[in-house]
């Protein structure tokens, strides 16, 4: 659960109502230039070394609001925004990696951030591998003298596993390698990443950060040792973020702890019945005791959020049993992304393993839980579930 610092941070940062005429919230800065009052104050504000002060593409309140906001959420030396999560993630990637460098990227990881890195980096030269995402100190046999740049996601995009990223983050330090991690499923409120040696943190804005399914952003956050290094890079590729989105965003995030709550506990009601479930295989849920990587969830995160996994039973007319289940649905929606209000249901493609391959034969689907009545949802889903048995017997018994 959230702390009581965090509550109160979620409700005070990133505010300054005596600035903007007594305005309860920071409003969307519309702007490109931003003028100084004097040659002289110009002049001082190049000396000391801000350049980049005076024009918007480098932050307006509105930026500044909500990158402090996050800053001090994830108790981070800096954050800076960009335009989308996986904007995020590969600008990141980008201001940290050279040619003739290696980075090492779990196994589990969002798979754009997958495509970004065999794609681009391997075309600019950068070495990429990846490792089993529940292995911890042996993490050290998969690094290379050229390693710079460990990237984790915890838990994993699909399939939700918990990688022990303190001993990740201890063998990364010693080889002197930066360590990424796309906290997007935690938060800061649920996971600390500067606490247990992540360097850069990664947010995809638009999930529960926004939490109303009517913004497009990301941030990163660093701490004092990577914060300049990931703040040049940003820079220099132009990375910014609309003053709407980002008033969006600041909003949502007020709300973000009461919406959490709910997100997790209709979660992990809806994980722990849906094991009972005829349909079901299994549900990957960090949550669950028994789960891949529960120990690590259990000793280093905070709460769980609304997404997790589920494993259905292999049909023997599959895609006719899927249909009938999906289309049985009232009120989880079919569609991308995560994190607002509602919740979704979606079918996924067998994840892209490279150090061991999927072989689950049921069909995988993600859920979301939203934060409508949780027993309204368990009977949506339930329902849905029944037409999926009835569909067709079961391949294997």
């Known amino acids: 659960m959230s702390t009581s610092h965090d509550d109160t941070v979620l409700i005070h940062a990133g505010r300054a109502p005596a600035g903007f005429g007594g305005l309860v919230n920071t409003p969307a800065c519309r702007a490109s230039t931003l003028l100084v009052n004097s040659y002289d104050d110009w002049r001082r504000s190049r000396e000391g070394g801000n350049p980049y002060g005076h024009y918007a593409r480098f932050g307006t309140p509105t930026t500044r609001a909500f990158a402090d906001m996050l800053a001090e959420l994830e108790n981070a030396h800096g954050a800076i925004v960009f335009p989308s999560g996986l904007a995020a993630c590969t600008h990141a990637l980008l201001a940290f990696l050279s040619p003739g460098d290696h980075v090492l990227i779990t196994d589990n990881v969002y798979g754009p951030t997958r495509a970004f890195a065999c794609g681009t980096l391997a075309r600019l030269g950068v070495e990429v591998s990846f490792f089993p995402p529940l292995e911890g100190v042996a993490i050290a046999s998969y690094l290379r003298p050229n390693t710079r740049v460990v990237y984790v996601e915890s838990p994993g995009s699909q399939t939700f596993e918990v990688g022990d990223i303190p001993a990740i983050a201890a063998a990364a330090r010693r080889q002197g390698a930066i360590v990424m991690m796309d906290n997007t499923w935690a938060t800061p409120l649920y996971f600390k990443p500067f606490e247990h040696g992540v360097d850069v943190s990664i947010h995809a ?4 950060l926004a939490g109303h399914s009517d913004a497009i952003l990301g941030a990163a956050t660093a701490n004092a040792r990577a914060w300049p290094t990931l703040q040049a890079g940003a820079h220099d590729f132009g990375q910014t973020a609309g003053p709407d989105d980002l008033y969006l965003a600041l909003r949502g995030l007020r709300t973000l702890s ?22 079901v295989s299994h549900v990957l849920h960090p949550g669950l005791p028994g789960a891949a990587g529960h120990a690590c969830w ?8 609304g997404l997790f996994g589920v494993v ?27 994190g607002g209000y509602e919740s979704l249901a979606l079918p996924v493609d067998p ?10 034969q049921g069909p995988l689907l993600r859920l979301h839980a939203g934060l409508e009545d949780a027993e309204a949802l368990w009977r949506d889903l339930s329902l849905a579930l029944d037409a999926y048995v009835h569909a067709a017997e079961p391949a294997f018994s």
Not at 329 to 338: N, Y
């Open 312 to 338: 259905l039973q292999p049909m023997a007319a599959q895609e006719r049993a899927l249909a009938q289940a999906f289309d049985s649905l009232r009120l989880f929606g079919i569609g991308l992304s995560w």
């Open 258 to 279: 009461v919406r959490l709550q709910r997100h997790q506990e209709t979660a992990s009601l809806l994980a722990r019945r849906l094991q009972e479930h005829p349909a």
């Open 298 to 305: 259990k000793r280093d995160f905070k709460g769980s959020s």
């Open 205 to 208: 804005a638009t999930k529960y």
């Open 351 to 360: 994840p892209l393993r490279t150090s061991a391959p999927w072989r689950e």
